[in-house]
């Protein structure tokens, strides 16, 4: 496997980590977050979801479809 594409298969899990924190963080709110807060972090989970759905097409292609998420 190319470099670039265990390079990018690492990102992926990293971010599955970080958006699962994220939402964890919106159901229990351990910051004591303000609701634009919330807000904002909705907003970023979602960002950081579409980035994931593009990082995985960009994973299969490289890989030729090898690999699934």
Do not use: C, H, W
């Not at 924190?21 to 303000?34: G, Q, R």
């Not at 634009?36 to 292609?61: D, F, H």
């Amino acid at each position: 496997m190319k470099l670039y594409v265990e390079r990018m298969i690492k990102e992926r899990d990293d971010l599955k980590g970080r958006i699962k924190k994220a939402k964890a963080a919106l159901e229990n709110n351990p910051f004591d977050m303000t609701e634009t807060g919330k807000e904002l972090l909705t907003e970023q989970v979602k960002s950081m979801e579409s980035y994931l759905a593009i990082l995985n097409q960009r994973i299969e292609y490289e890989s030729g479809g090898e690999i699934r998420a």
